[in-house]
């Protein structure tokens, strides 16, 4: 018997992918995953944010323009629900930072730039990732409209 952990994870959608229209795409395809998009919300993220939140972020020259990459404008910052939430948002993403993207993954169908972590969507590793994440990004937020995850 295979065992389904019903959960909540974070998936950002960066500037550069809304400006493409990108984004419209990968939230249909998130849907038809059957994951449910619970929020959507559109703010552009701050640096402090970025810098807590990306832990796989570039180093030395490589993170100023990272950082730019994921604050030159609004995000999409999205909460994701379902069932293994967190694989399954991994998976469709195709986010393994040690190998290519597989074509059929979001990210090699959207691959934005070859600049390392410049992805068209960001989703949370674990669960203690999802709930850092979340903490971040919300704290500001009220979300006292959206039931407790089971």
């Known amino acids: ?25 990968i939230l249909e395809q998130l849907q038809q995953s059957g994951l449910t998009l619970t929020l ?23 993170l100023q323009p990272f950082l730019e990459f994921m604050t030159d404008g609004p995000s999409l910052l999205l909460i994701l629900e379902g069932s293994n939430a967190i694989q399954r948002a991994q998976d469709l993403t195709g986010c393994r930072l040690d190998s290519p993207a597989p074509a059929e993954s979001i990210r090699g169908q959207f691959t934005m730039s070859e600049q390392p972590l410049h992805y068209v969507l960001y989703v949370s590793t674990s669960p203690a990732a999802a709930l850092h994440e979340y903490q ?14 089971a």
């Open 136 to 149: 971040v990004l919300f704290q500001n937020t009220d979300l006292s409209h959206l039931k407790a995850s």
């Open 1 to 25: 018997m295979t065992h389904t952990l019903h959960q909540r994870t974070i998936g950002i959608i960066p500037p550069a992918a809304i400006r493409s229209g990108a984004y419209a795409p």
């Open 40 to 62: 959507v919300l559109r703010r552009t993220l701050t640096k402090t944010e970025v810098v807590s939140i990306c832990r796989d972020r570039p180093q030395g020259s490589a």
